[in-house]
């Protein structure tokens, strides 16, 4: 008598289950990283568009020349003006608005950068992504020097 082994070729059912339990418990955590990655990246843009904006603000404060007078004058400004459309950087709206402290001695000017949404396109609300502070005063070069 012969007795024929037969030799099974492929998986079994539990065999494939526990394959399928092992990648589930690899690539979850793979994945919420992935996402928070994801995540992480977009507020880094907004962030570094938001400095950039700020950055662009301050160079526009110290380079129209103004006076604190002026600057006083001028009070609270946004820029671009809210009957204009706001800047579009990476599909995204922004407005940086520029104040000004009546109250300190140097002048203090701050620059606020904001991140729209469809419902506050007009003005914004909230706050800020990000905001700079710098300091003006009137230089009187000409009498200081006797």
Known sequence: MR?????????????????????????????????ASLEQVSMD??????RYLIQEGMEKVKNMGLTEAQLKALGDVWDP?????PVTLNKKYWRIKRTVDLQTDPLEVR???????EATL????????????TLIEDLDWFNSVE
Not at 25 to 31: D, S, T
Not at 111 to 117: H, K, N, W
Not at 122 to 133: D, H, I
């Open 45 to 50: 843009q907004d962030l570094t568009t938001a």
């Open 3 to 35: 007795f024929a082994l037969r030799t099974k070729k492929g998986f079994t059912f539990i065999e494939l289950l526990i394959t399928l339990a092992v990648i589930a418990i690899v690539f979850v955590p793979l994945m919420r990283m992935f996402t």
């Open 111 to 117: 620059i606020l950068a904001y991140q729209l949404t």
């Open 81 to 85: 003006p809210l009957d204009e459309a």
């Open 122 to 133: 007009s003005e914004p609300e909230g706050l800020p992504e990000a905001q700079a502070v």
